[in-house]
């Protein structure tokens, strides 16, 4: 069975849950939705994608209480060797939020991409800079008044204040 039914049937655990417990074989192995990879690969390649997954849990960029995460084995159409990802997932929609790969089609690091940036990462290097970056607040919109001039700024923030 794969992890995406066990998680459907146990009520789609959030991430926190997810690991709350050990690094077990069985464990890592439900967190496995497909692959092309020799079964008893699994744990092995899971491991890493577990450690990854748990450091990033309280990341700024997501709600772990309302996310789930799968791991996922893929094989490339080219020339390319199997590369692993996870998935961070909304609850409710089911929608993937952020899919992290690591050495993919030839690149040799971690990679994120999300919605509307699948063909290209939103950001990529090491593990330590990907988790960086997720730890990292996005960053915060400017105001309408800081985009404007100076001079048409300042007279804006007197009439406002």
């Not at 709350?20 to 692959?35: G, M, R």
């Not at 020339?79 to 939020?97: A, E, Q």
Request: hydrophobic share 40%; proline share 6%; glycine share 4%.
């Amino acid at each position: 069975m794969s992890s995406l039914l066990k998680l459907e049937k146990a009520g789609q655990p959030n991430l926190k849950a997810q690991f709350a417990h050990d690094q077990t074989i069985e464990n890592v192995k439900s967190l496995w939705y497909d692959w092309f990879c020799e079964e008893k690969g699994l744990f092995n390649r899971g491991k890493r994608l577990w450690s990854a997954a748990k450091s990033i849990v309280d990341s700024p960029k997501f709600k772990a209480d309302e996310t789930y995460v799968f791991f996922k084995n893929n094989c490339p159409a080219a020339d390319f060797p199997l590369y692993d990802d996870f998935r961070i997932c909304d609850i409710k929609s089911g929608d993937v939020l952020y899919t992290v790969t690591r050495n993919a089609w030839g690149f040799s690091g971690w990679q994120v991409h999300t919605e509307g940036h699948w063909d290209k990462p939103i950001f990529e290097g090491s593990w330590n800079e990907v988790k960086k970056w997720f730890m990292t607040p996005a960053a915060k919109p400017a105001s309408l008044v800081e985009l404007l001039p100076q001079p048409l700024s300042s007279t804006i923030s007197k009439i406002i204040s």
